[in-house]
Each structure stands twice: as C-alpha cells, then as structure tokens.
C-alpha cells in the first residue's frame, strides 16, 4: 500500500498549488482521506480531509483558502490552495484512515511529503 504525494513547489503569496495524493496497493474507497502538514519543531497538524462518503472538513487557518476533493476512479485525492500565504510554508502529507477526523499518529497510511513554500 502506497500514498504518493506530488505538486509542492515555490510559490508568491496570493497564489495558488494544487497538490495530488495517488493511492496504490488497495481501493481506498472506503477510507477517509487527509492532508496534514509539519513545519520544523512543530507538530504535524491538520490541513483537511474528506471522508469515505465524501464529507469535507477543513482546518479554520485554509477555510474558504483550500479545497479537498478526491477522485474513486482513480483513488485520488487532491487539495487546491489558492490565496496562500508565507504561514502556509511546510511539508504537506497526504494520509488515509478508516475514520476521518482524528490525530495525526493515529492514521493509519502515509505518503512521504511534499514541500510547499510560500514566499512573501
């Protein structure tokens, strides 16, 4: 079972990333599927996520910024940022769970990261 996650890169303020997880190994159909993201020294936080049934939920800091949709064809998900700012700089980790909303450490598949940042 793979996540593979793509799309990081530099970019200004004020404009816009689309970030892709592709999932392999099994169907993900069934499985929620998130966004985190870590800075150094800092803890790995929640982004956004959408479950199995497609519900979405967001972070207060990327509401009405980002947007998390995910593709069951093709056992993909992706998050567009737009309106990004320099506190958005970090790694961004797509990962996928049975259940939707809960920490971090408990999520049960991982991809390896992608660097966004953010310049000002």
């Known amino acids: 079972v793979q996540l593979q996650a793509s799309g990081g890169g530099l970019v200004q303020a004020g404009g816009s990333l689309r970030l892709s997880c592709a999932a392999s190994?099994?169907?993900?159909?069934?499985?929620?599927m998130a966004w985190f993201r870590q800075v150094p020294g800092k803890e790995r936080e929640f982004v956004a996520a959408a479950s199995w049934s497609g519900a979405t939920f967001y972070a207060d800091s990327v509401k009405g910024r980002f947007t998390i949709s995910r593709d069951y064809s093709k056992n993909t998900v992706t998050l567009q940022m737009n309106s990004l700012k320099p506190e958005d700089t970090a790694v961004y980790y797509c990962?996928?769970?049975?259940?939707?909303?809960?920490?971090?450490?408990?999520?049960?598949?991982w991809g390896q990261g992608t660097l966004v940042t953010v310049s000002s």
């Open positions: 990962a996928a769970d049975q259940t939707t909303l809960r920490p971090a450490s408990l999520y049960e598949y």
């Open positions: 190994g099994r169907s993900f159909s069934r499985y929620a």
